[in-house]
């Protein structure tokens, strides 16, 4: 049974002393026995175990139990034992009447002789020839005229079959000697001193519990630790591991279930604060002290945050440690730090908290371990410890945990006491919380402009503060506060200037739109050289801006809506390899430090980077994760950016239910800006896929109005004008067309390949088959340098179309089958399936011949997977050799061995696949 282990568990050999002390005691006379040993040891179990004993070989037993809150009540203990004795009415009336006029008489001083003689009367009038057993517990704590009184009584017993048993733990070194210290060198003492339990201890205990003799001894080395031999931690754990009632699991069984995790409960709390609680209040004094430092101290440090004497810390400890609180320093299980501050007032922790900051600081601790204490006391408004936070805070920055960052600069803020000092923690809490979850940077904006008005603000806090009003759907007011930044400007390094600048584009990105009207009928690229005049900056520069906020960029102090809008730049300036570089250079510090708002970001960019690339399955994936890891709500004004990335992927994939679902969410007003025309111009790409050419016409004629009017039209930010284009090809207007793809020509930088070699594709649609022929090779030859996968297959199907109404079936089915292979590699579905529809002649042999032309590329040697991979884009052999800087010879050479290898006969029936790679690695 479990209450038998309780007793019994490395405890015989002293119960078997006490009984053997109870048997001799009837020929030899009294016998005093002192069991000793640190709190939760056992010492009440084994006095009850051997009173039960006594009680069942016919002694009288009587018992006493001794409290720290009852030590000043003279007599007390007294009463107990004769509590424990049957007396008729009379006798209790004279024990009454005995001890009341002792206490009357004198409270200091011992009781008389005759008193002493009249009370061990009584005992042996009830004794009645039996053996006597005092069992008195926690004798440390009885008062000191009733432990005097006992000690007469037992020299008048001293030929009696008495047993005293006193159970006793004496914490302190310089309490006085044991009232018993006359008694220890006596051959009737025995000295019984309990230790924690051992490891082959624990491991029989847990045999109590039915565990089975294999379990038991895995589980024992946890129960060992958390409990540190503690017969009454052991319990409680025992208690919550294996509730009475549970069934246990089958001993050593195959299969049985295992519950090696410990999971203390309820029982154990109460074990640990019963030892912290019911002792010595020094020990529950130390304990708090080193759990406000929050790890192992040396005594010193105890010593001065406590105001104690080294030598009582000292002791208290090695109690702590001999209860099993303590192991090496620190608590042997969590529950106990949390046991040793509960119940104290907030008051009274925040005090306990700001002593043990300060000592910590004082001593040189790290700047976490301090801050850790000043938020849990509040905080202290002393320069020393706003310093410390901040530090704290970087330090957490650099591990990766941005929440304790934001706790930290939280506090030194309220801590601050200097206007400046407050207005930079502002600020890069701002930054902080902005890693995490944007919309928190709301509550800041506030406090933000009150410093900006007050002047305390800086200048990389006014960009904060403005692009984070921007980021909100604010961006006039976000103009307003930029325009205040002043002389400050010309104070920023190269960094800050470029970081100003994409600032200043990012604000004409999320403005709202208004139609500015064009009277004097002013192009697009007049009004682009007339603003980038204004301000004397043109898209180079930006560029160069980028790469500067890029290079010198670390996320926990960079400005986020600075760095969204240098990567932007470079994808919107066709430099997508750059900001692909880039995303995959930033992307591991974010995910680092769990900066959820930085991957989110990073993945809408990568989003916009494979969409240009006509990479459909990694714009999806991208834009996906973007939208998971921070939900549009937290988006603010640049939510038209992703949800507009993932309408075009999942509209060419084929996926129309859900690009429907997205085109429905209707963007807020103040966020109908330029992300949002991108939303726009998706939703008409959406419409011209299921064929709802009106709808579409609308979209892009409004996206187009207003980016004609301002200074975000070009070719290159939003093809609106070849989707439109398709638009009235849907709707057989092919001089509108015709009309709008020429603008677009005369708009398109000569080295966009993509926007060129698409509308070179569209335009083709208007023109007679002679014509269409000559435009779709121009536009393939294009857009095979581009790297646009989707462009390329789209080209490639509408070339294979041309070749089929020629009846040239052998060019026919080459282009339709690099069309189908590209497209199914960039998951354009429904182009894929309309392909493999169209060329039906070609299914049977076309098995057989895709598994001949499979790409063996594992067979070509780098050099010759990058000479065929430009042959394949269409490359000459001179161009090839400048590209890589080689002969034309060596080209030569290693395109012979391409053919041999790929078993293909010219530069035309190289597999689609090497196109893909080319476009991957250059």
Not at 605 to 615: H, I, K, P, Q, T
């Amino acid at each position: 049974m479990k209450g038998d282990s309780v007793i019994w568990v490395e405890r015989h050999a002293e119960l078997q002393i006490l009984k053997r002390m109870l048997d001799e005691c009837m020929m030899t006379g009294r016998k005093v026995a002192l069991v000793a040993g640190p709190g939760g040891m056992g010492k009440t179990t084994l006095l009850t175990g051997f009173s039960g004993y006594a009680k069942a070989v016919g002694a009288l037993v009587l018992s006493a139990s001794a409290a720290r809150s009852e030590q000043v009540n003279d007599l007390g203990v007294l009463r107990q034992v004769f509590r424990s004795v049957e007396l008729s009415a009379e006798e209790k009336e004279r024990l009454e009447f005995i001890l009341t006029c002792q206490e009357v008489e004198s409270r200091d001083s011992a009781l008389s002789t005759c008193v002493v003689d009249e009370l061990t009367d009584i005992l042996l009038e009830a004794a009645d020839s039996r053996p006597l057993v005092l069992a008195l517990d926690d004798m440390q704590y009885a008062d000191s005229v009733s432990l005097q009184a006992l000690l007469l009584m037992l020299r008048r017993l001293a030929s009696k079959p008495v047993v005293a048993v006193f159970a006793e733990w004496r914490i302190f070194n310089s309490a006085g000697p044991g009232i018993l210290s006359e008694c220890i060198k006596q051959p009737y003492f025995c000295y019984l001193n309990l230790s924690p339990l051992s490891l082959a201890g624990v491991t029989d205990w847990l045999r109590h519990q039915r565990l089975g003799d294999t379990r038991a001894e895995r589980l024992a080395p946890s129960f060992l630790a958390a409990t540190g031999g503690s017969p009454l931690l052991l319990q409680a754990l025992c208690q919550d591991q294996f509730p009475r009632g549970a069934e246990p699991a089958s001993p050593d069984a195959e299969g049985a279930p295992v519950e090696d995790e410990l999971s203390p409960g309820a029982h154990f709390q109460v074990a640990i604060e019963a030892c912290l609680h019911r002792w010595d209040p020094r020990l529950l004094d130390v304990a708090r002290g080193l759990a406000a430092l929050g790890g192992p101290a040396s005594v010193a440090v105890l010593a001065r945050l406590l105001e104690s004497e080294r030598r009582t810390v000292v002791q208290t400890l090695s109690a702590l440690t001999d209860t099993g609180l303590l192991r090496s320093g620190w608590f042997c299980h969590p529950a106990v730090q949390g046991a040793a501050l509960r119940g104290l007032g907030e008051d009274a922790l925040g005090v306990l908290y700001e002593r043990t900051a300060l000592q910590l600081h004082h001593d040189g601790a790290l700047p976490s371990k301090i801050a850790d204490r000043l938020v849990a006391a509040g905080g202290i408004p002393q320069k020393w410890s706003v310093g410390v936070l901040r530090d704290a805070a970087r330090q957490a920055m650099r591990e990766g945990d941005p929440c304790r960052a934001a706790e930290f600069l939280e506090v030194a803020r309220e801590a601050c006491t200097d206007a400046r000092e407050r207005a930079e923690v502002l600020g890069s809490l701002a930054r902080v919380l902005w890693l995490v979850k944007p919309s928190a940077v709301n509550s800041l904006l506030a406090p933000l402009r009150s410093a900006l008005d007050d002047g305390s603000l800086g200048g990389r806090g006014i960009l904060l503060l403005s692009s984070s009003l921007a980021w909100q759907g604010g961006a006039e007011e976000a103009t307003a506060v930029l325009e205040r930044i002043g002389t400050q400007e010309r104070e920023f390094d190269l960094t800050g200037a470029a970081e100003v600048m994409l600032v200043r584009q990012w604000l004409r990105w999320v403005s709202p739109l208004k139609d500015k009207g064009r009277a004097d009928g002013t192009t697009w690229a007049e009004c682009a050289r007339e603003e980038g005049a204004v301000e004397g900056k043109s898209w180079s520069d930006l560029v160069k801006s980028a790469e500067q906020v890029l290079q010198s960029c670390r996320l926990a102090d960079a400005l986020p809506v600075a760095v969204l809008s240098a990567l932007l730049v470079l994808a919107y300036g066709n430099r997508l390899d750059d900001a692909q570089r880039w995303c995959a250079t930033l992307r591991p510090e974010a995910e680092e430090h769990r900066a959820v708002a930085w991957v989110a970001l990073l993945a809408a960019v990568e989003g916009v980077v494979a969409l240009r690339r006509g990479d459909l399955i990694d714009a999806e994936r991208h834009t996906r994760r973007a939208l998971a890891v921070m939900p549009p709500h937290n988006w603010g004004a640049a939510v038209g950016l992703p949800l507009s990335c993932l309408v075009h992927a999942t509209t060419a994939m084929g996926k129309t239910s859900e690009a429907e679902a997205l085109v429905k969410e209707a963007l807020p007003e103040a966020h109908q800006n330029a992300f949002w025309l991108h939303f726009l111009h998706a939703r008409g790409r959406f419409y011209i896929a299921i064929d709802r050419p009106y709808a579409a016409l609308a979209d892009l004629q409004e996206c187009g109005t207003h980016l004609v009017n301002s200074h975000l039209d070009g070719p290159n930010f939003i093809p609106w004008r070849s989707d439109l284009a398709e638009a009235w090809l849907l709707l057989q207007e092919p001089h509108s067309a015709r009309a709008a793809l020429e603008e677009q020509l005369l708009l398109v930088n000569v080295e966009d390949d993509r926007v060129h070699g698409s509308s070179l594709r569209i335009m083709a649609a208007t023109l007679d088959l002679p014509g269409r022929a000559a435009m779709l090779r121009d536009a393939v030859n294009v857009l095979f340098k581009s790297g646009d996968q989707l462009e390329l297959a789209l080209a490639l199907a509408d070339t294979s179309d041309v070749e089929l109404e020629y009846g040239r079936f052998a060019e026919f089915r080459l282009s339709a089958h690099q069309a189908k292979r590209i497209a199914k590699f960039c998951g354009a579905e429904p182009l894929y399936w309309r392909l493999q529809k169209t060329d039906g002649a070609e299914q049977q042999e076309d098995a057989p011949a895709a598994q001949q032309n499979t790409p063996g590329f594992t067979e070509l040697s780098e050099a010759e997977r990058k000479v065929a991979a430009l042959a394949a884009q269409g490359r000459s052999n001179r161009d090839i050799s400048r590209t890589l800087f080689i002969t034309v010879s060596t080209v030569e050479q290693h395109l012979t061995k391409v053919y041999r290898k790929l078993r293909v006969s010219s530069r035309s029936s190289l597999p689609a696949e090497l196109y893909l790679v080319g476009s991957a690695e250059h």
